[in-house]
């Protein structure tokens, strides 16, 4: 490999690579705004000016193409003061905006100017004003103040979202960026820009003022709005979550994140209606009840139908872990055959970037861990049929509101004699219900989902509950977290009685004289790692923070309609 | 150095007493007419001087507005980790204000880095040093007690701009 010289060090390069690129990949990086790794090079902000022998004149580090024995400083005395010097031309115009600004604490100008700055402008002049507070689209506000003119968020539109929606509009420093007419900055991934800009001129208008930035912890996990699974971040505070934002993997997001997957995937688990422990249905209303009463009262209850008469239905919304306890409950405990889960498409969510048309997270490891009907058993059309005809009395249902995705439903089930129903809020279905048991979001538990291409990855708890301990259990903890006592608010917020479906399901065929002896999710995983052959190889720590594939060959993937 | 034994018995004077009794009354009398310090508390309050670090309070402005924009740095600063903001979005030209400010005077320490480190000369120690709760709901100080008009405040904002 072809190498060169930055600062003393030497640096392999690919040919092609700039030398901004060929840093980054061996880890040192040279300040930037407007070169961003997935969007085309710009080269307006000058931040990144890096002296090189033999070149009359400083180069930026972000369009320079490295070259076989090229010697490179970026920490020298010209290079330094040409980038104090591209700091203060662009504080010259930049409002004083950081105590109103939500970038504060993950600003770029922040940053550098902390890191690169004078500490004090020459510039006595009034500054530039521009348009405050502006809507872009029904997600995003802008800012002309802060705008840094580097161009990401058009590129953005036009390179990555393919909707052409932001432009430059007037020269110097009156430059500033609009729609373009008739337009709104609407597409289906807009918010991505307000993690690119480098500055607080786009901002999120779901987060908008909600928190600062250093207040929240930050645990690592998966969208749960598609089967695309992209890798995210749950950014909590007072045990509440407050946004999400994307992770870069490579293999399945890259930087992005859908905006539905950003703001409509989050808000039910901080939801008023959660389900805050187990009910029981007491003359026609349901009821709190304790745990063991309400294990007691499903155990007695489902050792009076034969195992003919109940069919089990699995959650494609669940864990791997969740779905595999419940199809060995089902088939060892129960001893039924009729089994399967439902699919939720929507064709008109999948598009040809990541939104996929199967809109939950885990029907690919649902099937894979064994929900489906056995031999002669009945699938969901043959259940839903046979409870119609009252040959299927009981229903177990895991985490899924399948009368309000299908409202046909609500009549036939409401013909069972049992339906227990995990469900991690009230909702049309658990209105049907005779026993409830309150499940644990996917941001309250640890577990695996795996994506339509077949790559198990990792939920963690960012969300504590009875069950799942913030500081037992090693999750990520803010500075308010750490010390906050019981007395405090702010300390511990909202907290559940739910538990993972897994759990409850052990809990449950405890009750029934069946112990099962998982301590952990880890364990359920390395069971099925052990059990199913597309699992092999795999536990927790090979799956990792990016993820890992599955044997693909020996799962048949599951067909969307 | 030998040391000097100390006498045991007392002196015929010190038997007597009489000596050291005038001499203690002596002292007794010249106090008596030295003026007083000891004020009659609470009948009497201690006013104390603009470098006196009371309890933190919000600057309200004549409009009867805050000045505070709930940036979040007094809570960040806060070594005991007393203060609570919760920022929301008003029409204001500073689009952003405190919808919640609370400050838990049991975790307070009256250290004063709150006021040094607040961008907006928003939040300012007073001169209240009267605290005492029985329970701690009480300690819990909003916005409701911590607003404070700023002509009450002025003697310490002009302390702060001359020796900040
Ligand atoms: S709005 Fe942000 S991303 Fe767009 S040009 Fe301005 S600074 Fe750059
Ligand atoms: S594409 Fe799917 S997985 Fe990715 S953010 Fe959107 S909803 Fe979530
Ligand atoms: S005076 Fe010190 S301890 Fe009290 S609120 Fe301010 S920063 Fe916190
Ligand atoms: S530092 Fe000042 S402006 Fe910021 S939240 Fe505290 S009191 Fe308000
Ligand atoms: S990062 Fe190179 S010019 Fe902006």
């Not at chain 1, 430059?168 to 009156?174: S, W």
């Not at chain 1, 309400?294 to 779905?323: M, Q």
């Amino acid at each position: 490999m072809p190498k060169f010289i930055l600062d003393g060090k030497e640096i392999e390069f690919e040919q092609g690579q700039t030398i901004i690129q060929a840093a980054k990949k061996s880890g040192i990086t040279i300040p930037h705004f407007c070169w961003h790794e997935s969007l085309s090079i710009s080269g307006n902000c000058r931040v990144c000016l890096v002296e090189i022998e033999k070149m009359p004149k400083l180069a930026i580090a972000c369009s320079t193409l490295a070259a076989e024995g090229m010697v490179v400083y970026s920490e020298s005395d010209k290079a330094l003061s040409a980038r104090n010097a591209v700091m203060e031309f662009e504080l010259i115009n930049h409002p004083l905006d950081c105590p109103i600004c939500d970038e504060a604490g993950e600003c770029k100008l922040q940053d550098y100017a902390y890191s690169h700055g004078n500490g004090e402008s020459r510039f006595n002049e009034e500054k530039a004003h521009k348009d405050k507070r502006v809507p872009l689209g029904p997600l995003v506000m802008f800012d002309g103040d802060r705008c840094i003119s580097c161009s990401r968020c058009i590129r953005f539109c036009d390179e990555i979202a393919k909707e052409s929606q932001l432009t430059f509009i007037k020269r110097g420093d009156r430059v500033t960026i609009v729609t373009y007419p008739g337009k709104q900055l609407d597409n289906p991934y807009s918010m991505n820009v307000t993690d690119i800009c480098p500055v607080g001129a786009l901002t999120s208008r779901d987060f908008r003022f909600k928190a600062r930035v250093w207040e929240l912890s930050s645990t690592k996990s998966i969208c749960n709005g598609c089967s695309r699974g992209c890798n995210i971040n749950l950014e909590v505070r007072n045990n509440q979550v407050l946004r999400l934002t994307p992770r870069q993997n490579d293999e399945v997001n890259s930087f992005w994140m859908c905006d539905h997957g950003r703001v409509n995937t989050y808000k039910f688990i901080n939801a008023e209606d959660r389900v805050d422990s187990p009910y029981l249905r007491r003359k026609g209303a349901l009821a709190r009840s304790g745990w063991d009463e309400a294990f007691a009262a499903a155990s007695s209850e489902l050792k009076s139908y034969s195992k003919n008469e109940i069919a089990f239905i699995g959650s494609p919304y669940a864990t791997c872990e969740d779905n595999f306890i419940l199809s060995k409950f089902a088939t060892q405990i129960i001893g039924t055959k009729h089994m399967d889960f439902i699919r939720h498409f929507n064709t008109s969510f999948g598009d040809n970037f990541l939104r996929q048309g199967d809109v939950t997270p885990n029907s690919f490891g649902a099937k894979a861990v064994g929900i489906f009907p056995g031999k002669g058993g009945l699938d969901l059309d043959g259940i839903i049929k046979a409870v119609k005809d009252g040959q299927i009395k009981a229903v177990y249902l895991m985490e899924d509101d399948m009368i309000a995705f299908n409202p046909e439903l609500q009549e036939i089930f409401s013909k069972l004699d049992l339906f227990i129903v995990h469900a991690t809020n009230f909702n049309k279905t658990t209105e049907l219900a005779d026993i409830v048991f309150p499940a644990s979001t996917y941001a309250e538990k640890h577990g695996t989902i795996v994506n339509s291409d077949g790559r198990v990855q990792r939920l963690k708890p960012a969300v504590a509950t009875f069950d799942v301990d913030r500081a037992l259990e090693g999750m990520s903890l803010s500075r308010w977290d750490k010390f906050g006592t019981k007395f405090d608010s702010w300390a511990e917020g909202n907290k559940r009685d739910a538990r993972s479906s897994w759990r409850i399901l052990a809990g449950l065929s405890g009750a029934m004289g069946h112990k099962y002896k998982y301590g952990t999710a880890e364990e359920v995983f390395m069971d099925i790692a052990k059990s199913i052959n597309a699992f092999s190889g795999l536990d927790y720590e090979v799956i990792g923070e990016l993820g890992a594939k599955l044997k693909l060959d020996s799962v048949t993937k599951p067909v969307i309609a | 150095m030998a040391l000097k034994r100390r006498k045991k018995d007392l002196t015929f004077l010190e038997k007597i007493y009489i000596p050291e009794i005038a001499k203690g009354l002596a002292l007794t009398f010249k106090n008596m007419l030295k003026p007083k310090f000891t004020m009659q508390y609470p009948e009497e309050k201690f006013i104390p001087p603009p470098s006196y670090r009371g309890r933190p309070v919000l600057v309200m402005e004549e409009n009867g507005l805050e000045r505070c924009v709930a940036c979040g740095l007094c809570s960040r600063v806060c070594p005991p980790l007393a203060i609570e903001v919760q920022a929301a979005e008003t029409d204001r030209e500073k689009e952003r204000y405190p919808i919640k400010f609370e400050i838990n005077m049991l975790r307070c320490i009256f250290c004063g880095l709150c006021e040094e480190v607040c961008p907006e000369e928003a939040i300012v120690m007073s001169k209240d040093y009267e605290l005492a709760f029985t329970n701690r709901k009480d300690a819990l100080y909003g916005k409701d007690k911590l607003l404070t008009p700023v002509k009450q405040l002025q003697d310490r904002i002009n302390f702060l701009r001359n020796y900040k």
